[in-house]
């Protein structure tokens, strides 16, 4: 039996060859860290090459552990023991559960300690990610608790009018308890001094850079644009959102009734990432920003905190993982004022937004990286290809197969010889046999690049597609011609 089918669905755990009892704190450490932030379990009876040696007295560690926790964790989280026989050789294995009576301190020697997990290591809680513990320990989220400014020295017009435009309904002054901008005792609270025009805490800012080339130290002349946006967090929003926008250039194509535009990103993506980047920051780590970097061929959204539970994104189903909410009040403020959604997760939204692009690949889908501290969103620049083994922006450049792209400035697009009526008639009889056929296999029918596949089907008036995402098909209009 192996370590993994010890452990089962678990992702997290740490393992001991034996049971240390006089250095309790060795792994009564990993015991405050699991319930601290996503459980995890303790594996007795194997060394660290994960080669099962047994214990001798599996009942007895099992009673000795139970009196350790109960001795030295503070407050006592949940935990199960069990006894397992592996390889023929008996193992303890203790599951912690995460905590709601957070921090869990490890007591001995006159310490009072807690511990956090950070990657496969179990680490002393430094004193933000110990502020963090204490406010979901009282069952409140950072953004609830009342600020340290007053209400009346603010001012809303921001989120007044915002309100006003997207909702046609008038902001009321009893809303300023029923949003949380105030507590029931008139105070302002934190999401209260993140809203307001000017707010005054000063980390809540972003730093947007258009960079030239594919790093940030890439020639003579760095940075194209840049911009440090301050304000209320509505103001953030708007006015990072249009520092991307002024760079998200688009190719067209003129096709027979309509013009087709190409985006470098998907505005939803875009506007997803960022709203993202910005409720779901961890606004007690001081010193850091939203940073916005945007080069040739990506766009990198950064937030300071990783997932709200702490856990990594490796391995999992990025399209089902469950919304967290880590400023519960500013999500829902921002939900009311039609600028995200209540339910569902980002990562889904932002991936199906790139699913529907015509241009998408496997390589230019979006990235997400989460550690303890950071979260990055990497969106690919979709008019950033490589043809014939040079990367090249297809808004700037003209294609090599026949069809020309254009910029929003004006430059003519539309067909350009022969690609179009080469292929035009073999696409169309092979979505008639095969209704279902994807892009793809198209492609490999033909011989020609997916790229091109969908050059012809956008430009033709006669093809589209019913239906919507992988359930839906293509449908040849006038086929009897």
């Known amino acids: 039996m192996s370590v993994k089918e010890l452990i089962g669905e678990t992702t997290e755990y740490d393992k001991k060859r034996t049971l240390e009892e006089k250095r309790p704190k060795s792994w009564l450490k990993s015991v405050s860290a699991f319930a601290n932030t996503f459980g995890g379990k303790l ?20 009673e000795k552990i139970s009196e350790a926790i109960k001795m030295h964790m503070n407050p006592i989280p949940n935990f199960k023991l069990s006894q397992e026989i592996a390889d023929g050789k008996e193992v303890v294995i203790v599951e912690i559960m995460t905590g709601n009576e957070t921090p869990y301190y490890y007591s001995g020697n006159g310490q009072l300690v807690a511990f956090v997990r950070v990657g496969n290591e179990s680490i002393i809680a430094n004193p933000t990610q110990l502020r963090e513990l ?25 989120l007044r009018s915002v309100y006003k435009q997207r909702t046609g309904k008038s902001f009321e002054d009893t809303d300023y308890e029923s949003f949380g901008i105030i507590d029931g005792n008139g105070k302002l609270t934190n999401a209260g001094a993140l809203l307001a025009d000017e707010s005054p805490i000063r980390h809540s800012r972003v730093f947007c850079t258009r960079w ?21 967090l509505i103001s953030l929003f708007q006015d990072g959102l249009k520092f991307i926008m ?50 040739d061929d990506r766009l990198e959204i950064y ?33 009311r004022l039609n600028l995200m959604e209540r ?59 026949g069809t020309q792209d254009g910029t929003q400035d004006g430059t003519q697009g539309g067909t350009q010889g022969g690609t179009q009526g080469k292929y035009d008639l073999q696409i169309k009889k092979l979505m008639i046999d095969n209704p279902s056929i994807t892009t793809i296999m198209i492609a490999n029918e033909l011989g020609i690049s997916v790229r091109t596949v969908k050059r012809v089907i956008s430009a033709n ?13 293509w449908k040849v209009i006038n086929s009897d011609k």
């Open 134 to 158: 204490v406010i979901k320990g009282s069952g409140r989220s950072y953004d609830s608790l009342p600020s340290q400014y007053k209400f009346e020295d603010m001012a809303f017009t921001k």
């Open 461 to 473: 008036a006669d093809i589209e597609y019913v239906g919507s995402g992988y359930s839906g098909h």
């Open 212 to 232: 030239n080339g594919l790093t940030k130290a890439s020639g003579l002349m760095d940075a194209i644009d840049d911009e440090e946006i301050s304000g209320g």
């Open 43 to 62: 594996i007795f009876g194997i060394d660290d090459d994960d080669n099962i040696v047994g214990l001798e007295d599996a009942k007895g560690v099992s």
């Open 343 to 401: 339910r569902g997760s980002g990562f889904k939204k932002i991936l199906e937004d790139y699913d529907f692009q015509e241009n998408v690949t496997e390589e230019l889908m979006p990235k997400f990286n989460t550690e303890y501290k950071d979260f990055t969103l990497k969106l690919y620049n979709l008019n950033y290809i490589e043809e014939n083994g040079i990367k090249h922006n297809v808004v700037q450049d003209v294609a090599q197969d």
């Open 303 to 335: 937030s300071p905190g990783g997932m709200v539970d702490g856990s990594s994104l490796e391995g999992r189903d990025l399209r089902n993982i469950s919304s967290q909410r880590r400023n519960p009040v500013l999500a829902d403020i921002f939900s």
């Open 246 to 295: 002024n760079h998200n250039r688009k190719a067209w194509k003129k096709a027979a009734t309509h013009r087709v535009e190409y985006p470098d990103y998907p505005e939803r993506a875009v506007t997803e990432g960022l709203v993202n980047a910005l409720i779901h920051r961890d606004y007690l780590m001081i010193g850091s920003e939203v940073h916005i970097d945007m080069f």
